[in-house]
């Protein structure tokens, strides 16, 4: 019976690692059966790393030539001159060039490029310019929940489920039970070899909270994204922005007196070189810090995704040349090894953020002594009773 449950979990995982394929297939496929060529491949790629104002999980092309998407709209909410303006994404029809005019509270919206635009007043259709740049059409403000933002509420959600039945097994001082054996030792992970090393004994806890919610956050995401969902919620820049923000507020916030010294008028430095060392710290801890946070995770894991997919293409753009049994052989063994190496960055990219902010925060919460003497040369010079401490 064991062994036929690790079989069957075998065969799930499989699965599931092969749907984006099944996916791909389906939303590449023309009328005649046949796959489309290198330009289809390129489009569905980026469409996968955008973020999208629908729920669509794939789509294909019927017998009678109708492409059929399947999947679910989203509200699309939005600010134009008219003021507020909601809707649901099927109104566009998935069409995303602009040809589709929806006329809601008084004004006509577009979709071109996953963008959402105004028609100015007494246009019908979208004119472009040389560089295929809408000339007659304005941006809106945009708050729709899109794919993306689907995704975070979901995530959000699961995690506030899993980690209060953890917290209530924890006050009735019990063992942890089901899926909570699997949260509580990556929670004393994060607590004792993140956490508490970086920030140390004396504030550690005070940040811990933010930490686990960080690292469950991004590597949960990051998991997700490798479903044949379509998610890809950590390689969005406004994601990855928002979460390093965060952890810039609260660095910044929780910097000591002595944190703020030491960046505006470092000490033991000469007096002339203190001015250009401030400009320095300041830039580092309001701009290279943060940009670090936002690009590393946003590169890699958007790197990721198109490593995949286009490894995914590999059965349709060499069917000619290798067979398509060929092709496709070649396309899963390579995706599949590419796809378990993702499963291992999901978890090193949610280490390194959350390694890195609890860096920062410990940076700015430290405490220095600055009563020992320093000699000539800016060194440190140990009191008597350091000095007899290493030879006892």
Known sequence: MKIFQQSFKFLVIVCVLLLPTVSFANSSSEGDGQIST?????????????????????SYTSDSGERKHVGFPLPVIVWGSNGLTTFMSSAFHHNDDGSVVVEKNGSKFVKIHSKIYELDAGETTVNYDEDLHATNAHKVLDFSITKSVVGVLFIGLLMIFWFSSLAKQYKKKAIPTGFGRVLEPLVIYVRDEIARPNIGDKHYRKFTGYLLTVFFFIWILNLLGLTPFGFNVTGQLAVTACLAIFTLIIYTASGTKDYWMHMLWMPDAPWWIRPVLAVIELAGAFIIKPFSLLVRLFANISAGHIVVMSLIAIMFTLKDTLGV????????????????????????????????????????????????????????IPDAEDVRGDFI
């Open 38 to 58: 290198k330009k289809e491949v390129e489009d569905y790629i980026l469409h996968h790393i955008q973020d999208s104002h629908d729920f669509s999980l794939f």
């Open 325 to 380: 049994a060929g092709a496709t052989g070649l396309s899963f063994i390579l995706s599949f090894f590419i796809t378990l190496i993702e499963v291992l960055v999901a978890f090193l990219q949610a280490y390194i953020f959350t390694m890195l902010s609890a860096l920062f925060i410990g940076m700015a919460v430290a405490e220095h002594d600055h009563d020992h003497a320093h000699d000539e040369h800016g060194q440190e």
